[in-house]
């Protein structure tokens, strides 16, 4: 059985399932070895615009790592595991194509930073995100502690670390941390909805914008929008950017193909 399994919902939307449920999806090193394979094989194909991040049984996205693995005073390997771990992770988010977060249920640990790895974020209202790391003595150590203070500052990122306080769906929600909170029976509708919508921006203004939100964050602000400009006049003279001007005008829907 695949510890990721892969689908294809729609045509440009890729969709990449953890797929561990008796665990609830927790995070082992043959799944991180498949998810590594699988965003590998997601961005070479050109066809992909959309990746969609699940996971399988209905309780959790991924309740964290397997804590098994953990057992024993195993320095080198434990340490190995984390550095690949957050290298995947730093790939996940420096990912060129738009990436979705489906979480219904738990989101603890390692599947909380995968997460916020990603663009989207979509929760239920049965949802839970956490980083109890500090409950077994540790930090997180995927990048969980500067991501998620980057992304809802100091105090609600200390009552979720230093409380071991998980966020429901819709405190994550009302944080701006999810772009949307329904119900479980509406979640994957309320998905692939924000999936279609991103097929229909030129993909080379998703990667550009991506990348700019990520650089620029940490750049004095002049000096971010002087990228900003930069990228802009680029993809202004590309064909995907003369497309969707022409396409806007002659009030038709624009055929972008990428590239500049």
Not at 134 to 162: C, E, F, H, N, W
Not at 172 to 193: N, P, S
Request: proline content about 5%; glycine content about 10%.
């Amino acid at each position: 059985m695949p510890l990721i399994e892969i689908s294809t919902p729609l045509s440009g939307i890729r969709r990449l399932t953890f797929n561990r449920p008796e665990k609830l999806n927790a995070i082992s090193t043959p799944m991180l070895d498949e998810f590594e394979v699988a965003l590998d094989n997601a961005e070479a194909d050109d066809s992909v615009r959309v990746i969609i991040l699940a996971g399988a049984g209905g309780k959790a996205f991924i309740a964290g790592a397997d804590i098994a693995e953990y057992k024993g005073d195993k320095r080198a390997a434990f340490a190995a595991y984390q550095m690949r771990a957050r290298g995947l992770f730093d790939r996940l988010e420096n990912m060129p194509k738009p990436v979705i977060a489906q979480i219904d249920g738990f989101a603890l640990g390692g599947g909380f930073e995968i997460a916020m790895c990603c663009d989207i974020i979509m929760v239920s209202d049965v949802a839970q995100l956490g980083l109890p790391e500090g409950r077994l003595g540790l930090v997180p150590g995927g990048g969980g502690t500067q991501r998620l203070i980057r992304a809802v500052g100091k105090y609600a990122a200390s009552d979720v670390m230093l409380a071991g306080w998980r966020l429901s769906g819709p405190r994550a929600h009302a944080l701006g941390l999810a772009a949307e909170c329904t119900t479980t029976e509406t979640l994957d509708d309320a998905v692939m909805a924000r999936a279609r919508a991103c097929l229909k921006i030129a993909p080379q203004a998703q990667a550009e914008m991506k990348r700019l939100m990520r650089e620029g964050a940490d750049a004095p602000a002049a000096t971010a929008k002087s990228f900003e400009q930069e990228v802009l006049f680029r993809l202004y003279s590309a064909p995907d950017g003369q497309e969707g001007i022409n396409a806007f005008l002659e009030k038709r829907d624009p055929n972008f193909v990428g590239g500049l």
